[in-house]
């Protein structure tokens, strides 16, 4: 076990590392540099050399690339081109809480209205119930996230007014986006439980309990949730990338100062290190939390080895 | 839980054919469970409907920029953000384009990056996966690994950053979609390849003397031909999200190429005055989306109701 938590961190590492250097470089690539390309045309040589030399753009390809990952293992992110004089860490700061609110209250909505639906939706197989439920879990995977946004900012907001229509005022503000980014999540949790749930309901061990004449309720809450509940854990990854995905458009669409709308507008404004910081954040959160997941499973269910999760049962 | 009372009637049986001119061909297809599978899928009505709105919608992409006599570029400054009417069936946007030309000729993108991708996604994700299955050891080592640190990426960041480096362009998506887009094909090859690795025809064809490749197009792609196609089927409804979410946040296609992402982008932006703007564009996308998904999920319960999740 402890093997095999070693080898996975050095995965990570590995892959960070990669897309570390890949970003840098690719970024380097991208047309136009961080400054305003007219004003800076029209300055004499040297104090545009003076510039770039501050920035340490002046210097070799390779020698930046090396210099930032020193302060990147420091822990330094380095200053951000388009915040003048401002350090990456402290933008980041600043901007994550709005992002971590939106992500929290999506999550816990999603999963507490998708387990709910999911778990009516099995009882009630084939009935309104269980087809509403997968209508709305369709609906949920298929419509794009942006285009639910915008719907529902003109129709809650625009239309009816019940909600502030964007800004990060107020705790109202905070409804409509954690409704729009909790959909897709909803979607996805119910449809997952509905099957884990009418999966467990045809085990054995549910009839052997209706037998000895327990009631209903303590059949779904004694045994069939319980069990259902496991496999759950499996669709956390696609839902922790819809999220991040879901927060670049939805911060976009209801102006939240949160790091989606941040990651956005730092390509559209060539700022190199701000993309990278950002780029990096949203890989290791993903890497990590693809490992707590797998971690997750051998402590829930110890039927599953660890280990032999990722197909390996094939080769050896 | 219940047991349905089946009705089972004489009629609904007649003798199977036999043809004896067949006892001597050979043949890797399996046509047998692929007729089964279609018969399924023809029985589930969501999939079916799905399929005929997606044919009516793929004609309108194909025919319906010619309908009318504007163009998807042609701007007309007098005739801006005009009410749907007889003359613009679905009004015009900010600069007087015909917004109907626009939704077919951005249907007509949609779909065009779709069939891409998951073209390419079908080639390179089936020939990684089998040459990784076919060779195994060393070989299938290595690549996995490559796999392993591909997959701890995630994919959106990669299409962001490709996107940038290239020219943003229908073929630049598709192929930095198609970049990370394999991955998932690969893996299903691959271990679909180890199940019927050990099995006795491909002893048989191998002491016959069939070379790596000819096992890999004769016996190994027909034989997961099933499971690529439903893979296949899924890309189809992320592609044509992806291409829309970048030409949303303004990274992907550019004025005046009208992909559903810009439509929805440009509709949205003027949705307080005019909001059939931004309606039209997301019924069609919505409608693509949707459909893809629920015939891919007939699909992928015809093919192997065990897989059905």
Same mark, same amino acid.
């Given at each position: ?15 960070l590392f990669i897309i570390a250097t890949a970003t840098f470089f690719l970024m380097k690539q991208l047309p136009g540099s961080p400054f305003d390309e007219e004003k800076l045309a029209a300055l004499p040589d040297d104090v545009r050399k003076q510039i770039y030399a501050q920035y340490g753009l002046d210097k070799p390809l390779f020698q930046q690339y090396v210099t930032y990952m020193e302060n990147l293992v420091k822990g330094d992110l380095g200053e951000s081109f388009y915040y003048k004089n401002q350090a990456i860490i402290d933008i980041l700061n600043i901007r994550i ?51 639910? %946004? ?102 976009e669409?209801?102006?939240?100062p949160?790091i989606g709308s941040l990651f956005v507008d730092s390509i559209k404004m060539n700022d190199y290190t701000m993309i990278m910081a950002v780029t990096l954040l949203f890989s ?33 | ?45 969501? %999939? ?109 960041i990669v299409?962001i950053l490709l996107i940038l480096l290239m020219k943003p362009g229908?073929?630049t998506?598709?192929?930095a ?72 946040i303004g990274l992907?296609?550019q004025e ?25 564009? %997301? ?27």
């Amino acid at each position: 076990m402890k093997k095999y938590i070693a080898i996975r961190l050095f995965n990570i590492v590995a892959t960070l590392f990669i897309i570390a250097t890949a970003t840098f470089f690719l970024m380097k690539q991208l047309p136009g540099s961080p400054f305003d390309e007219e004003k800076l045309a029209a300055l004499p040589d040297d104090v545009r050399k003076q510039i770039y030399a501050q920035y340490g753009l002046d210097k070799p390809l390779f020698q930046q690339y090396v210099t930032y990952m020193e302060n990147l293992v420091k822990g330094d992110l380095g200053e951000s081109f388009y915040y003048k004089n401002q350090a990456i860490i402290d933008i980041l700061n600043i901007r994550i809480g709005p992002s971590m609110l939106l992500g929290f209250q999506a999550i816990l909505l999603g999963t507490v209205i998708g387990l709910s639906l999911g778990i009516i939706a099995a009882f009630r197989h084939n009935t309104f119930w269980d087809y509403t439920t997968m209508f709305i879990a369709v609906l949920g995977v298929s419509i794009p996230n942006f285009v639910f %946004a915008a719907l529902l900012q003109y129709f809650v907001g625009v239309k009816w007014g019940v909600l502030p229509i964007a800004y990060w005022e107020s705790y109202k503000s905070t409804i409509m986006p954690s409704l729009a980014l909790a959909f897709g999540v909803i979607a996805v949790v119910a449809r997952f439980t509905r099957n884990e749930m009418l999966e467990v309901l045809n085990q054995d061990y549910i009839e052997t309990a209706q037998a000895k004449g327990i009631s209903t309720l303590s059949i779904i809450y004694k045994h069939a949730i319980r069990n259902a509940l496991i496999p759950v854990i499996t669709i956390l990854g696609p839902v922790i990338v819809s999220l991040i995905t879901g927060s670049l458009v939805i911060e976009e669409i209801f102006s939240i100062p949160g790091i989606g709308s941040l990651f956005v507008d730092s390509i559209k404004m060539n700022d190199y290190t701000m993309i990278m910081a950002v780029t990096l954040l949203f890989s290791a959160l993903f890497v990590f939390m693809i490992l707590i997941i797998d971690l997750l499973y051998g402590v829930i269910d110890p039927r599953i080895r660890v280990a032999g999760r990722k197909e390996l049962s094939h080769d050896k | 839980m219940t047991n349905k009372k089946v009705n089972i009637n004489a009629d609904d049986f007649s003798p199977a054919c036999i043809d004896w001119s067949q006892q001597e061909t050979t043949s890797s297809n399996n046509p047998v469970g692929f007729r089964a599978g279609w018969m399924r899928l023809c029985k589930n009505k969501g %999939a079916m409907v799905s399929l005929v709105i997606l044919i009516v919608l793929a004609i309108f992409a194909l025919v319906g920029p010619y309908m009318t006599h504007y163009t998807y570029y042609q701007t007309d400054y007098k005739h801006s953000f005009q009410a749907p009417s007889g003359d613009h069936w679905l009004g015009t946007d900010k600069f007087g384009r015909d917004q109907w030309t626009r939704i077919w000729q951005g249907t007509r993108i949609s779909l065009y990056i779709a069939i891409l991708a998951a073209a390419l996604d079908l080639v390179i994700g089936v020939m990684f996966g089998a040459i990784s299955g076919v060779f195994g050891g060393k070989v299938d080592m290595i690549m996995q690994r490559f796999i392993d640190i591909l997959v701890g990426i995630p994919h959106l960041i990669v299409v962001i950053l490709l996107i940038l480096l290239m020219k943003p362009g229908i073929v630049t998506i598709s192929v930095a979609m198609v970049i990370t887009g394999w991955v998932n094909m690969a893996r299903l090859v691959r271990s679909q390849i180890f199940k019927i690795k050990s099995q006795e025809f491909i002893m048989a064809s191998r002491s016959l003397g069939a070379g790596s490749f000819r096992l890999i197009f004769k016996h190994f792609i027909p034989n997961s031909i099933s499971i690529i196609l439903v893979n296949l089927m899924f890309t189809i409804p992320s592609a044509i999200f992806t291409e829309a979410f970048l030409s949303f946040i303004g990274l992907g296609l550019q004025e005046p190429l009208a992909s559903l992402g810009v439509l929805i982008n440009d509709g949205y932006h003027s949705m307080r005055s005019h909001p059939y703007l931004l309606l039209f564009p %997301a019924i069609v996308i919505v409608l693509l989306m949707v459909c893809f998904n629920l015939l891919a999920d007939g699909l992928r319960d015809a093919v192997d109701p065990k897989m059905k999740k």
